[in-house]
Nanobody
């Protein structure tokens, strides 16, 4: 059973930075997709950033709302994915979840593509 354990998050003022981490209990496979989603109460969970890799290539995705501000670095030696969030805005306030699939997925932005999920962590940005 794969577990994803999230850390980081909290409260910050607008313009500040936060880094979330997502540690997988197993090694990151050669072919995988991992992602960060966020959800505001009453709204659907949306993909913020994704990264997929397989032999021959990979891809990343950033939602338009976070392009240029968020990045999705990873440390495969530590089986850990990060979400570096800079220039945070109040609209970034949400519960953030990491997700993983140990296989290439058709649509990395779709919730249903991911089998494993972190426990969620709250990010609150005040103006």
């Amino acid at each position: 059973q794969v577990q994803l354990v999230q850390a980081g998050g909290g409260s910050v003022q607008a313009g500040g930075s936060l880094r979330l981490s997502c540690a997988a209990s197993t090694f990151i496979h050669q072919s995988y997709c991992m992602a960060w989603f966020r959800q505001v109460s009453g709204k659907e969970r949306e993909a913020v950033a994704t990264i997929c890799n397989r032999i021959g290539g990979g891809s990343t995705y950033y939602a338009d709302s976070v392009k240029g501000r968020f990045t999705i670095p990873q440390d495969t030696d530590k089986n850990t994915l990060y979400l570096q969030m800079n220039s945070l805005k109040p609209v970034d306030t949400a519960m953030y979840y990491c997700a993983a699939s140990w296989a290439w997925v058709r649509d990395p932005t779709a919730n249903e593509e991911y089998k494993y999920w972190g426990q969620g962590t709250q990010v609150t940005v005040s103006s």
